[in-house]
């Protein structure tokens, strides 16, 4: 199949077009692509003039005001859209948006899991993430930092909270610890290779982040929320990461000013047993090295990409 030519519809933002949180990360032999940034607001972006100079148009999830961001709709475009939603389940109003701007807008869905995308007319296939391994990766750096909890507290109620717990634990502990945003240039992805164990909280219950990807990458062992069971895929716990049940988030949570649960020994016991399990005779090594091994094998962006190309060329004829 003769590689296809992709326009890249996404926010002005830089790791948007760094590429570091999934597909079109570096070159492969299946496409080529070139970026168009869009704002907030767009609307009823003509992709028909396109037509010719792109085989197909990929949009990117994001914040959009609108659900009609292209236009004409899907039945009358001449050249096909994809969109990919990454974050379909943070909240039932976020996934009606991102139902009706797929119906509205796409020729083809890519989604994590299926099981919330029948009944669109709109055909839907399972695409995961993939991790850019050229972007996380093992430094080879000494590991110096011992436990890490890098993500933005505003997204859940319990992740503020937790940073002071934890903060206070590795103090009491004299174990190293980080905290900070997930998007914060080169330093996120060098501050992984650094660490030993990375803590995460998931946003829902029902949400997969890309974090379980980027930190096996990276070389580093995930203490977490179990993750969702995605059809296909044998991350298993104990062997690729290790899990704690509480405390865990409901729902996501207001970005500004976020209401902070309480966390103390008690709640975080769980949480507490997993990193002295970890740190405490370096086992974190093990469940490191299984997880690398298993998303370098099976969900880099080189592997990903051969995927979506057959997926292109079944579902859309290209």
Avoid at 2 to 23: C, E, F, N, S, T
Avoid at 45 to 52: C, H, R, T
Avoid at 171 to 176: A, D, G, N, Y
Wanted: hydrophobic share 35%.
């Amino acid at each position: 199949m003769k590689p296809l030519h992709v326009a890249l519809v996404h926010r002005g933002q830089q790791y948007r077009y760094d590429r570091i949180d999934g597909q079109f990360a570096y070159e492969v032999p299946e496409f080529t692509w070139e970026h168009v940034e869009v704002h907030k607001g767009v609307r009823d972006l003509d992709v028909n003039q396109w037509a010719g100079r792109f085989d197909l148009v990929w949009l990117d999830p994001g914040k959009y005001a609108h659900t009609n961001i292209l236009a004409p709709k899907r039945s009358q475009h001449k050249i096909p859209v994809i969109y990919w939603s990454l974050y379909p389940t943070l909240t039932r109003g976020h996934l009606a948006k991102e139902r009706a701007r797929a119906q509205y807008n796409a020729n083809l869905v890519l989604v994590d899991d299926l099981k919330h995308w029948g009944g669109l007319g709109v055909p839907a296939r399972r695409l995961a993430y993939s991790v850019n391994e050229r972007y996380y990766y093992d430094r080879g750096l000494a590991r110096d930092i011992d436990v890490n909890f890098c993500c933005f507290p505003g997204y859940s109620y319990e992740r503020g909270a937790l940073n002071k717990w934890l903060a206070s634990y590795c103090k009491r502990r004299e174990w190293s610890y980080v905290s900070g945003g997930r998007y914060a240039g080169d330093r996120y992805a060098v501050l992984m290779a650094r660490s030993k164990v990375m803590v995460h909280i998931l946003r829902t219950p029902q949400t997969r982040p890309p974090r379980i990807f980027d930190t096996a990458a990276s070389g580093t062992a995930l203490l977490s929320n179990p993750m969702p069971v995605v059809s296909g895929e044998t991350w298993t716990i104990g062997e690729h990461y290790k899990t704690f049940r509480k405390p865990y988030s409901e729902k996501i949570a207001p970005t500004k000013n976020p209401k902070q649960a309480k966390m103390d020994d008690v709640v975080c016991r769980e949480i507490a047993s997993g990193l002295d399990e970890l740190l405490g005779d370096d086992s974190w090594r093990e469940i490191a090295e299984n997880a690398k091994r298993y998303v370098l094998a099976h969900h880099t962006w080189a592997t990903r990409a051969t995927e979506l190309r057959q997926i292109v060329h079944k579902e859309l004829g290209l």
